[in-house]
């Protein structure tokens, strides 16, 4: 970390900001120049809050160098993550797909859903039984009956299930749900990170509509220091002010995270784009730059469905996409 | 709500499109042009998913007419919603101020910034005892104890208090505090949301880093649709490119909201803009906005403070800012 | 085009709206239901301000139907646009790759340049002559002499040119110039668009900051309403909140553009992140998206590079990205 | 200038490094501590590059310790600029508004509007004779007749005319105007900000739909490095997801911009906005957050403009909320 002090401060100024950062267990090196003083931390500064350093007097300004993550940190953990769950891997140079419906409706669409993305080539099956709606008019999900749903849907295909958590008080219902999505709007919801740090279960967290890569991987970090390092992350579109698409894929955020974290990531081209036909060609994209996963929102019957139907594909639609994702996996794996 | 029909939807599409809107209980009207049809619908739309009627085959667009929401709308209540607690009004005409410091630390620092704030004119306490920070590694309230704290220093001021709950497995904490705040971080905490629409207490609904005025009108219907109509709304700044200011405070929300709801409306100038020497200029600009309450960060010594040291006011500056926002809440009511 | 009457507006108001839109040569079509009113407009509505309907005082709110471009809009002009020029093509299934410096900054380093990029592979060289810079003390360009040297190497390569424009005044520079380049910082520049709408020269029209799709297609279709339809639209990037990279890249432009135009569609990741090491796989993923060509910035020594030498890649770097790159064309173009 | 050493840089390139920053005419220091390296440059870092010293092998990071713009910092220029014109003055504590027709239209409307404008207790005329247009096919202004007009109305009226330009071929054109306005689309065309710099006319600079305050200091100094210091800063709302208004008004900016610049700053609360019933309370923020000057758009009939018609006051409005204006400008020099 690095301090620039201000021009004016004094040196009793000085004095006592050297004396307050001597007690983070840092040692302190000031330098001063004509016109500047700047004073450099040595040693681990992540318990030191930014914010707290500029509200002293004598600070102009605060740079951190190394970044405010460790768990999550890949030059700590060098070797990539991989999640293995219910015979399937996500990280370490595979592509998982995560297919099915955004909402469980009704058994019959369900398990239809199901067959139809397993026989397609998915590995994994999502669902949505909590449903956070920006209307509460809008239709919020099964419950726990949608829970039950998926669970009846991988005894019958084998497919492991994806299911998102909206609140603490519901975490009882996802002990035999395979991996458990914290959604965009919870990024931050850190009580809820903690206690999911404390189950041995491995948690896909979405990035936040206007997340830093850097708060997502603190948010990450949440989870890891309670103990579980089983942390996928996903980006799957931020705000911007482009209306034609519900919000803006940011696909370089693969390479980015591959490169400062260990953690697998997944691309979720529905919830970016918002058009079922822009789900082949950022996945397309996406698997390219290096995704982990893919996580695709794929509908029985799209025009009836409850919720998001215009980003969903059917189940033709995802068997072409997957036909052609799986070949591009391969060459990507083999020849690039 | 307005529906245009695509070029090439056949007569077979638009009769299936015009049935299944008619299981929503409105009337439709088809207007067939040379080159474009549209379809009006009559009624209310409120329960109506807009994603899922722009899933139809036959949908090119969508555009609703009325808002989705009903019981934060001024169209249905145009007498403004005054809230009353502790013997203080929030909305209505009158101006309140909300400050204290960010976190609740020590007894001995809360006793003495709230007595300060009593003294300079606040109206009410705040405090965080559960604080949202980005890093785990970072102070995280007080908790149990820090909402004490604010019950003593409220016994020993007068001062009602405003403290931010993070989930809902601490409710029952917040039992005696007098305004329950929800974070930019929770607006869209739907489970979180619903249930403090079953309490009886006014919540502070803080809008999220990038919602939209509407989602954070949505998310006040959340509340009120449970029973509670005691929302309070703050704008404290949202996410932009621009770096010098943490956030980029929206003060045309105030006029804007204004139009569109019955509900008061607080300025958060501390988080909007992370500077201390912003607070006082943005509080006066959000005086003569037409504001009903500000809240500030006050804390007896900020360079010492655990947290957001850099955006709050000591108590000389803030009694020094309170004089010139009284003067101007007196002028603009009565001379403007 | 559709307009929502307002609920209180009269019915000579009303009357008077029609009359006025009348004007305008199209037919108008109003639907009166019990809660609202709605005019649809049937015919072409280009000419027809949507601000200025909305100043009407008897509207609501608008929202046009179709879009306000014509000579740019894939739905009047549906087979791609192939651009050739210097024996190369950029349009129509290939894959047209544009390399070289950010800057031209001597006669030597860019000759280094242009050859190594042309037995890397590539199809055109660029190069910047006129550099718009933040700061007025950074280089700004050679200028004459920088569109000189590019002619020289074009001259010695083979390669076309590509350089940017920064104004009008400067347009007889650039007669001997194969594509000329508006930068984002232009894109709405719209006496130079006018300018290069009367020549007869291909025009590389990069995305603005800000600037949403329907806004790029109105600057393209600026220079198309003169006369020239030799336009190629570029995205670079746009503005968001994340720091990590200089801009977001936004990769869903191309599927989306490719719909809404028949206009070629280049990306540069070189700009859009800012970053030597995201160009590769971004690269990638724009050829997997559909981009009918990339531009990539290349410096024969990138760390003494007058500008922009942090995004460039070396010669080395850029041989082992197109062996990749052309390989994954042939990929996408016959398996996919 | 702090730069950050790679953790795996050689010491030879550490010393390459610190041998070219020496040629730049400033002091290195070079710190190193167990984990890290930090050199301080000590001197004038105004003319060296961010991104040449991010591409040097050996950095990790960059950050500028001082700001790059001179002429336009308050550091070195402590007192307020004032612009004098026409016998009219922006800055150094008085509120000037400039106010007129978002185009000029026909001789009649504009003298219409300026007598009432005028009488209303404007001190400047605006109105545009060039005006930038998203669609081709809108109003593009009456160039050189409409400046003729601004000049006549100028003669009637006795106020100083303010009125924007499009492209240096223009600048003959733009002789005999007071105030020459650079929109905010062209706030980084360079050769036309150095242009202007050479002549000895204010220039109202608008800031970009995303441009930070720096970028708008940077483009300020572009103008006054060249010799032309009269310059006066526009906030004129920057580009963000919120649909409801055109842009989101900075009213941060005010106050912000006032430490780091001694130049006057403007409001233009009508392009911020987009809507007219926002204009006032938008106006009367901006005066209480210290703006030196407002800039309001005002129609004779708006309803009938020939654009921006929804953003537009009449005037009947307009001297309704100049009063107000008036009174608080009063309240806020004298009480505040």
Request: aromatic share 4%; net charge negative.
């Amino acid at each position: 970390m690095i301090i620039i002090v201000k021009d004016k401060a004094t040196e009793k100024q000085v004095n006592e900001l050297m004396e307050w950062l001597s007690g983070f267990n840092v040692r302190t090196n000031l330098v001063t120049g004509v016109h500047s003083r700047i004073i450099g931390l040595i040693g681990d500064t992540t318990s030191i809050d930014v914010d707290s350093v500029k509200a002293r007097e004598a600070v102009e300004a605060v740079k951190r160098v190394q970044e405010p993550y460790k768990n999550a940190n890949r030059r700590f953990h060098p070797d990539d993550t991989v999640i293995e769950v219910g015979g399937k891997r996500i990280g370490g140079g595979s592509l998982a797909v995560i297919a099915g419906p955004c909402s469980v409706e009704t058994e019959d669409r369900l398990m239809q859903t199901a067959i139809a993305v397993k026989e397609a080539g998915a590995d994994f099956l999502r669902g949505g039984a909590f449903k956070p709606r920006t209307s509460p008019y809008a239709f919020q999900g099964l419950g726990r009956e949608g829970i039950e749903l998926l669970i009846q849907a991988r005894k019958e295909t084998g497919l492991p299930i994806v299911t998102e958590i909206m609140d603490l008080s519901d975490l009882d219902l996802f002990a035999d749900v395979d991996i458990v999505q914290v959604g965009a709007r919870n990024m931050q919801n850190f009580t809820l990170l903690k206690a999911l740090g404390r189950c041995d279960k491995p948690v896909l967290l979405k990035r936040g509509l206007s997340a830093t890569l850097q708060e997502l991987l603190m948010s990450a970090e949440y989870i890891m220091s309670e103990g579980n390092s089983k942390v996928i992350l996903c980006e799957r579109g931020i705000r911007t002010y482009e209306p034609e698409t519900r919000n803006t894929l940011d696909i370089s955020a693969v390479p980015l995270l591959r490169q400062k974290t260990h953690l697998p990531i997944v691309i979720d081209p529905s919830h970016a784009t918002g058009l079922s036909s822009l789900v082949e060609p950022m996945s397309l994209a996406a698997v390219t730059a290096g995704a982990d996963a893919l996580e695709i929102e794929v509908h029985i019957d799209p025009k009836s469905a409850w919720s998001d139907g215009a980003q969903s594909l059917t189940p033709e639609q995802f068997r072409a996409s997957m036909k052609k994702i799986r070949a591009l996996e391969s060459f990507v794996r083999n020849e690039l």
